[in-house]
Nanobody, 122 residues
Framework: QVHLVDSGGGLVQAGGSLRLSCAVS????????VGWFRQARGEEREFVAS???????EFADPVKGRATISRDNAKNTVYLQMNSLKIEDTAVYYC????????????????WGQGTQVTVSS
């Protein structure tokens, strides 16, 4: 089981920014494909953004234009930068590992981080 550590959440005023991190602990896995999801209180978990091993990105409509996703291969970490935060962005954010290369071979994974709380205040 691959271990993910997601972090970077906190309390921020509306209009502010946060950068969330998703670190993959297994150093043998490279070019990780990661998705970000969020779950607000009383709501179902929803897709936010993703990045593939070839750096293709995708964003959900509510964050499109306000979010970017990037990778630091040296640190085996994926970042989610969120700008112009809204109260509606308040949620626990989770990263999920879809896949990656291990020994030059593509592998599929299904591993989740523990979640990091983002709270946007007025």
């Amino acid at each position: 089981q691959v271990h993910l550590v997601d972090s970077g959440g906190g309390l921020v005023q509306a209009g502010g920014s946060l950068r969330l991190s998703c670190a993959v602990s297994e150093r043998s896995i490279s070019r990780v494909a990661v998705g970000w999801f969020r779950q607000a209180r009383g709501e179902e978990r929803e897709f936010v953004a993703s990045i593939t091993s070839d750096d293709e990105t995708e964003f959900a409509d509510p964050v499109k234009g306000r979010a970017t996703i990037s990778r630091d291969n040296a640190k085996n970490t994926v970042y989610l930068q969120m700008n112009s935060l809204k109260i509606e962005d308040t949620a626990v954010y989770y990263c999920k590992l879809w896949g990656g290369f291990d020994g030059g071979i593509w592998n599929r994974y299904d591993s989740w981080g523990q979640g990091t709380q983002v709270t946007v205040s007025s």
